[in-house]
């Protein structure tokens, strides 16, 4: 019964295949033949341009002897409530040298737990942050005297059809001067 059953499938399944038209590609329509109106390819250029003057990163400092306490915060200035996503790691901080040598990054040796966390950022929200950087770069020697640039970025994202944050307005840089 079984061995019926097999062959009745394979012969329906030769039936089936024998009766399809075989595509070619002479049969597609070329490019001069597709009627494109534009709206899609529109929506999808629009899509992939970074959106700009939706959040406003702002970064200070506070220089001490032993220390430099970095302030900064992320400012929903869109007009409206925005749905946000991020990890447990809601952002970086880079600092470089006078050569524009990262010394410091800040997620060096830590470790953020796999998690996606969504929630409403109301307009004019501000989301406020501190850390310290103890003048020392990524191998544990105090760096030398100079200028640093301190670079922080926000590690979020819109729940947008319209495109994805401008890097400019999850980023934000100040130089400070290491004695």
Known sequence: ???????????????????CDTLKTSDLPSGNDVKNEGHLETQTMKRMEPISKVMKTSIDTIKE?????????LRNISGKDQLIYYGSQKYEIFIMNEE????????TNRVFPMKSIQREFKNEEVLSYKETWD???VKGRHVSKGRYKIKVVMLIRLDTENGSLSTEDLTATTVVEVL
Do not use: A, P, Q
């Open 100 to 107: 524009n040598e990262e010394v410091y990054r800040w997620s």
């Open 1 to 19: 019964m079984k061995k019926l059953t097999i062959w009745i499938s394979c012969l329906i399944l030769i039936t089936f295949c024998n009766s």
């Open 65 to 73: 002897e032993d220390r430099i306490t970095i302030l900064f915060n």
């Open 135 to 137: 003048y020392k770069d």
